[in-house]
T-cell receptor
């Protein structure tokens, strides 16, 4: 069975600082990995995904993530946080035949 | 706007009521999903439909009853709910059936409160 662990339920950064949200996964087959963002009272919006090929993937709003198979990780980063980045972020894993399995989420706060 | 529309956005219901949540997608997707999002818990997959056939039911109580009359519509019928069923219910769809490398598209959710 697949699973996702997101370290830190709440991360707080200053505006302009580096954002790092951690995600580790468990999968017995090659995974597909996703990061979603959720703003208050909204559904989930895809930030980026890894399927095959280049392990560093770029997404919307300046976010990127790197797939590291040896570490079973898919951490999300952004060089410079903006106030509008404050939201809940979810890492998810799937494979060829399995629906998305989500982590518990990390709430990002950005301090002015 | 993601192309997946859920109604109503908010619902308050008593434990003896019967209500239904509606989800609609006109993206031409083949799979549709119901997720439950409760505070401090991961998103829980409730039901999966692929090409209008239910393919997964994650041991959801029978007081939740899904219906998929066609590939564009998905319903979640609710009856005799409990207060712990209060949550955000999210509908999603994906183009290529269950799983795969293409992402799921989510609606904005229905905030359900059971009193």
């Amino acid at each position: 069975a697949q699973s996702v662990t997101q370290l830190g339920s709440h991360v707080s950064v200053s505006e302009g600082a580096l954002v790092l949200l951690r995600c580790n996964y468990s999968s017995s087959v090659p995974p597909y990995l996703f990061w979603y963002v959720q703003y208050p009272n909204q559904g989930l919006q895809l930030l980026l995904k890894y399927t095959t090929g280049a392990t560093l993937v770029k997404g919307i709003n300046g976010f990127e993530a790197e797939f590291k198979k040896s570490e079973t990780s898919f951490h999300l980063t952004k060089p410079s946080a903006h106030m509008s980045d404050a939201a809940e972020y979810f890492c998810a894993v799937s494979d060829q035949s399995t629906p998305l399995v989500f982590g518990k989420g990390t709430r990002l706060s950005v301090i002015a | 706007e993601t192309g997946v529309t859920q109604t109503p956005r908010h619902l308050v219901m008593g434990m003896t009521n019967k209500k239904s949540l509606k989800c609609e997608q006109h993206l031409g997707h083949n799979a549709m999903y119901w997720y439950k999002q409760s505070a401090k818990k991961p998103l829980e997959l409730m039901f999966v439909y692929s090409l209008e056939e239910r393919v997964e039911n994650n041991s959801v109580p029978s007081r939740f009853s899904p219906e998929c009359p066609n590939s564009s519509h998905l319903f979640l019928h609710l009856h005799t709910l409990q207060p712990e069923d209060s949550a955000l219910y999210l509908c999603a769809s994906s183009p290529d059936g269950v799983g795969g490398s293409t992402e799921a598209f989510f609606g904005q959710g229905t905030r359900l409160t059971v009193v």
